[in-house]
């Protein structure tokens, strides 16, 4: 049993390699970046009946950032 449980936890490690590999070759194209909603966009969507007013348009006034971040060493 020990076994087959670093088996299958290297089995995890190199899906999410490959996962972030594809989504740093995406990141490198300008259509995909472009069409990707930015972090603001996305809270708002989830959070919008859940806040206050006040909060809410606190976030629509924010700078649009986009977290197209890759871990350095999944790189």
Known sequence: MGLSWYVNL???RIL???????IGSAYELDAFVK???SDQE???HW???ETSPREYLQLTKEEPRSSLDI???LR
């Open 35 to 37: 069409s990707c909603p």
């Open 10 to 12: 290297a089995k995890i």
């Open 71 to 73: 871990p350095q060493r």
């Open 47 to 49: 959070i919008r009946r």
């Open 42 to 44: 996305i809270v708002l």
């Open 16 to 22: 999410f390699m490959v996962f972030f590999w594809n």
